[in-house]
C-alpha cells in the first residue's frame, strides 16, 4: 500500500465548476497534509496546508481532512483554465524537529475546460 | 514568501560525467534542506536531507556515493550527480526549511538530461 494514494486523473471540470481532489494517506501518525499545484516542467507550489481536522478555506480553495479516514481533500471553486495542473497531495509524520519529511502522492491532473 | 533559489534549470551531459547542482535560499537561513527526484509522469521521491554542517541522510535505495550531496552553509546545499548515467536522466528539485518554520520552500528544479 502506498503511503499517500491519489487517483491520477485526468480530471476534467468545466470552467466555473468546482473541482474535487482526494487523496487516501497509510500512516496514522501523520500530522501535517499539504496540497500542492505543478505545472509541466515547474517545481511544485504550496495551495495550502491543513493540520487538524475539519475544513480550512483560503480563497477558492477549500481544504479538508478526516484523520479518522485518514482522507484529505481539495474544493476548487469557480475553477480557471489557470487551475489546470497536477495537484499534489502531499503528508509528513514527525522524524525529529527539523526533519520532518514529505511523502508525495503521485498526483492527479486537473484540466479546466472552457 | 521566502525564495529558494536552484541553478542550472537545465543541464545536458555526457554519460560518465559529472553534473552539479546549486540550491540556495536567498532570504532566510536553511537548516534542513532536501532534494527530490521526479521521472515523467511520477511524484517527488525523495533522495536525501541534510542538516547545515552534518552528513545528509539518504533515502533507501538512494546511492549515496553516486549522489553527493553538502550542505556547508545555512544558504547552499549541493548535489552533485557522479559518471551520469542516461538512467539519472531526471527532473531534480531542491527544497528548504529554516529553524522553527513549517513550511517548504522548493526551488525551481533542474531537468537533467543524460546523453
Known amino acids: 500500500q502506498k503511503e499517500v494514494e491519489q487517483n491520477s486523473g485526468p480530471l476534467s471540470v468545466p470552467e466555473g465548476a468546482i473541482a474535487s481532489l482526494n487523496c487516501t494517506y497509510s500512516d496514522r501518525v501523520s500530522q501535517s497534509f499539504f496540497w500542492y499545484r505543478q505545472y509541466s516542467g515547474k517545481s511544485p507550489e504550496l495551495i495550502m496546508s491543513i493540520y487538524s481536522n475539519g475544513d480550512k478555506e483560503d480563497g477558492r480553495f477549500t481544504a479538508q481532512l478526516n484523520k479518522a479516514s485518514q482522507y484529505v481533500s481539495l474544493l476548487i471553486r469557480d475553477s480557471q483554465p489557470s487551475d489546470s495542473a497536477t495537484y499534489l497531495c502531499?503528508?509528513?509524520?514527525?522524524?525529529?524537529?527539523?526533519?520532518?519529511?514529505?511523502?508525495f502522492g503521485t498526483g492527479t491532473r486537473l484540466t479546466i475546460i472552457p | 514568501g521566502a525564495v529558494v533559489s536552484q541553478h542550472p534549470s537545465w543541464v545536458i551531459c555526457k554519460s560518465g560525467t559529472s553534473v552539479k547542482i546549486e540550491c540556495r535560499s536567498l532570504d532566510f537561513q536553511a537548516t534542513t534542506m532536501f532534494w527530490y527526484r521526479q521521472f515523467p509522469k511520477q511524484s517527488l521521491m525523495l533522495m536525501a536531507t541534510s542538516n547545515e554542517g552534518s552528513k545528509a541522510t539518504y533515502e533507501q535505495g538512494v546511492e549515496k556515493d553516486k549522489f553527493l550531496i553538502n550542505h556547508a552553509s545555512l544558504t547552499l546545499s549541493t548535489l552533485t550527480v557522479t559518471s551520469a548515467h542516461p538512467e539519472d536522466s531526471s527532473f531534480y528539485i531542491c527544497?528548504?526549511?529554516?529553524?522553527?518554520?513549517?513550511?517548504?520552500?522548493f526551488g525551481s528544479g533542474t531537468q537533467l538530461s543524460v546523453l
Open positions: 502531499a503528508v509528513s509524520k514527525p522524524a525529529g524537529f527539523g526533519n520532518e519529511k514529505l511523502t
Open positions: 527544497s528548504a526549511r529554516g529553524m522553527g518554520r513549517e513550511k517548504l520552500f
